[in-house]
């Protein structure tokens, strides 16, 4: 015999009145049933919609995460493109200095940099570098970055300063009198002498070079020319100003071909040898003052007539 349920009902609108419902106990094993299987797909719908959104969560996490790394890498990418700008520099310098210095060493193309520490490639290795968390490599890749800057700069400032001495001194250089004016021979040195007008002991404040008349005088290094004209006793002179303290004077010439105020470089014609002026024969006085004292001009003349 089947079981049957009787199902009792109350309604509050009418007190007292009372209803009844028999139902089958297949019906009734059906309700439950399917209200259990209701409530079992509900409770694990809910739990897979919650992984799901943990799981949306942790990869939005890790996107942004790879999306902060992404501009970290392209930050320091960047940063190593201004330090090879600055390295290429620093190497075109250092070539520049070299020339200067007449040093033939040969530059090389590729420097090894300094650098230390954990080998980790971000951009190959990006999954296993958020897995480790490790924040010390982007801290320690930073402050590398920043020496690496900073040596560049020290020794970019070092060399511009060793440059710029070398330019002075290759100034210097060209501007001290270190050739023959003329080509011939001394025929009166530097110091005391007998003079050949008075036969007296006397101080002669230069070398007297005896050619060729009209043979070419030459500007003993680069200067400014502060005089060109006749004086007393040298007769037809050229003075040149060459700085850092050198004067030279280049006396008796038949001709002259440069005027005040002229700039000329070593080397340059200035006048034709002569025999103006207080003279025996053509020759060209030749005098060097440094700090306007005379001075042996022979001390600075490099190589032979």
Known sequence: MKKKYTVMIFDE???????TRKLSGSLVAGVLAFSAVFAAVSGVGFYKLSQISKEKQVLLTYKNENEKLKNQIAGYENQMVVINDKLASVIELEEKVRGLASYGGKVPEK????MGGKEIDPVEDIEKTNEQKDKDY????????SSLGSDLEKRALSLTELADFLEKQKLVMSSTPSIWPAGGWISSRFG???????????FHEGVDIAAKYGAPVRAAAKGTVIFSGRKNGYGKIVIIDHGFGYMTKYAHNSNMYVQAGQQVQKGERIAAVGSSGRS???????????????VNPTRFIVGSR
């Open 13 to 19: 609108s009418r007190l007292g009145e009372v209803k």
């Open 111 to 114: 420097k090894q940099l300094a």
């Open 138 to 145: 982007f801290k320690d890749l930073s402050n590398t970055l």
């Open 192 to 202: 005391y002498r007998i003079s050949p007008f008075t036969g007296r002991r006397v």
């Open 280 to 294: 025996t024969g053509p020759h060209v006085h030749y005098e060097v003052l440094v700090n306007g004292v005379p």
